[in-house]
């Protein structure tokens, strides 16, 4: 008899859109007539904290505890995104009171974000640590009633737990912890992004064991349909499903149960019910030096582009998204040009290499009118060199006419520039700042990062390394920069020059707070 099946995604990442990877492996039991149920714990157990009290120490975390219920209807208001400011303070007051919806002690929590100040999410003791006392965790009594109830009603036989983040992991192992130790006879299996990137290190061994019953690296329909008797040598052919139920943390009636709600009850923190979706893994580029990609080995999978436009037109008319998000690393220029002639039926964002075709001015029409609201582009730096040294396969007259056709087009443009990396130095960083500042009416967001080492790559074994964290299951590295390009001096050059440039410090002030690139699709109108 084929087993119920209960998919986790746990807490705490931006609270702003359901879990494209549960949806995928919920599309794929559901083709296959296996029952199931999703718990997407992340929304759930952060609004189940705003059911608590929260004792105010200063006057702003008075107001946002004040408001809390108004906050959370305004931000899920389409209306909100013609009022920046005020979207602005919205969004601070509700991170300030999950800020300060735990007592003063290691945990620092926000929307975006779970920190312990004595426990690492990669050292795997400290995530054994986490598991081995599950009621330490602050959504402990959220999830233990939660999942005990879904088990005693369902009979759920397998759990299946997606880890994509490290603000994951901790809350995570403290659930596998609590269901190994009240439900022994469940299986536990462990798949996501983190997960893959772990089990993809030389020399990898497990620590888990005896905790975890299966861990799974890359996608994850195949192996979880394994698990119930299914060989399905083709499971990406199933379409996700958006239908799953989510949990509303409201006092239930007594003698009832809590209300199962679909995704479509936006609980989400949006203004506007964003769907994701994913047309591939890995990156069909794949040949940027310094790439984690590349050095984990993720190969390129992606879905016959004819299908995935069959799936999309079909979850829009399901959803009816006031977004639709392209989770790609980078969206092919064939599916570009698809899309750009078959309308997916909602507005649309996602990441996209700047090639030739985004350099014509009426290509980029065409995509504006398929729906394209931003794409984010990562173009890294405005040197010349340091692309070519590290084979990003980038012209930046190819950007600057790019960011000038996709404007007049009237598509937004989030633009990542890192910084640090090992073939940059301070002039190449200005070439950078004066590149941003020629291109500033063009650009609409901006992302400043500073470059983090992939320790297993070919090209970390000719630098010198530091280690950022003591833990074993660390996956960036510091080093010594063979110019002396350190992190520290790279950091004061943002702070006190690029950042402060009159033209770039406007654009930074248009970010939406916290949740940065997921809403900013939603303020990317060009005049």
Partial sequence: MRSPVLLLHPPVVKPCEPPAGIARLAGALHHHGIPYSVADLNIEALLALTEQSVIPTDKWTLRAARNISKN?????????????????????????????????????????????????????????????APEANPFSPYFQERLNGIIEAEGTAIVGLSLNYLSQALCSFAILGFLRREHPRIRLVLGGCLITSWMRRPNWQNPFRGLVDHLVAGPGEQALLSLVGIDAPNPACSIPNY????????????????????????????????????????????????CPERAEGNPYLPIPVGRVIEELQVLVTRTNPALLHLLDNAISPHLLNVLAHNPPGAPWYGFARVTEHLAEEDFCIALRRSGCVMLQLGIESGDQQVLDEEHKGIDLDVVSRALRSLRKAGIGTYVYLLFGTPHETLREARNTLDFTVRHAEQIGFLNLSIFNLPIYGDEAKALEIRMHYDGDLSLYADFHHPKGWHRGVVRQFLDKEFKREPAIAAIIRRDPAIFSSNHAPFFADVD
Wanted: hydrophobic share 30%.
């Fill in 72 to 132: 959370l209807d305004q931000i899920r208001n389409p209306a909100i995104v013609q009022n920046f400011d005020r979207y602005q303070r919205t969004v601070t007051d509700l991170n300030r009171f999950f800020e300060k919806s735990l007592p003063s002690g290691a945990i620092r929590l926000s929307l975006a974000n779970y920190q312990h100040q004595e426990l690492s999410p990669v050292r795997s003791r400290d995530l054994l640590r986490a598991a081995e």
């Fill in 243 to 290: 239908d799953f139920t989510s949990h509303r943390p409201r006092d239930p009636a007594p003698g009832t149960q809590h209300p199962a709600l679909s995704t479509q009850d936006r609980s989400y923190l949006s203004p506007g019910f964003i769907l994701p979706y994913s047309s591939s893994s890995g990156c069909y580029w794949n040949q940027c030096a310094f």
